[in-house]
């Protein structure tokens, strides 16, 4: 899977949904032609890597999109309105995630 490549970042939100850990990043530094805006990464339980990527992303067109990373999959969702503010990001990359992976049972819960 090629993900974003991240120089630094700092994490605004954590969770833990079921056997995953979810950290939703914001000030993203990066080598890449895309500026981050916000960054959740999925990441299995003893794992280092992430499993799933969502993000927010401001193009070199000025254009904002929402987009789901994973292996095999690399898809751009219309829900560039999700990408203002933090709070909004992370509840609708949630979402997307659960209902992603049959895990809309499950409830994301705070770690920070």
Do not use: N, W
């Not at 120089?7 to 079921?18: F, M, S």
């Not at 709070?87 to 499950?106: C, H, N, P, S, Y």
């Amino acid at each position: 899977m090629q993900g974003p490549k991240i120089t630094t970042a700092i994490p605004r939100k954590r969770y833990e949904l079921g056997p995953y850990g979810v950290v939703v990043l914001g000030e993203v530094e990066s080598p890449d032609p895309i500026t981050y805006l916000h960054i959740l990464a999925l990441v299995p339980e003893g794992a280092s890597d992430p499993h799933v990527y969502v993000t927010c992303e401001r193009t070199a067109g000025g254009d904002t999109r929402f987009r789901v990373i994973a292996e095999g999959v690399d898809q751009v969702l219309p829900l560039a309105e999700a990408c203002g503010s933090v709070e909004d990001f992370a509840k609708t990359a949630l979402r997307v995630i659960q209902e992603a992976m049959g895990m809309t049972e499950v409830t994301p819960v705070p770690v920070m």
